[in-house]
């Protein structure tokens, strides 16, 4: 039996998140990301741009400068850039999944809750 991959892991993210899909999973200069939020500004207060990383192993390397890019990358098209990061180790029923994000926006979205759901 095949175990779902990295495919399903973008689809499922967009799914999830509300993003949309992106020509080639995103190897377009022009169409970057798996998968991004496309809707007018005025229509979010929290637009991404999503790389999702997919991994059967127990541990995923992660480099500074390929998060700074893409950063910077997310700021051009005026989006925030998440990481989605699914493991599923061999012999796992099923996935654990993570999502990588500045603590600056990490913040921000913290700060977007009613000050009623802070407990």
Sequence with gaps: MS??????HEKDIQELLGLDSTICSG?????PADAVDNRHPG???FPMMADCKF?????R???????????RKAQEFGKRFVMPIRFWPKGWQGPEDYVLLSL?????LLSLIPED???
Aim: charged fraction near 30%; glycine fraction near 6%.
């Design 61 to 71: 390397s992660i480099r500074l400068v390929d998060l700074q890019q893409w950063s």
């Design 43 to 45: 229509e979010t207060i």
């Design 3 to 8: 175990r779902p991959g990295w495919e399903h």
């Design 27 to 31: 190897n377009k200069h022009y169409d």
């Design 55 to 59: 991994t059967t192993n127990m541990s």
């Design 117 to 119: 759901d802070h407990g």
């Design 104 to 108: 600056d926006d990490f913040a921000e």
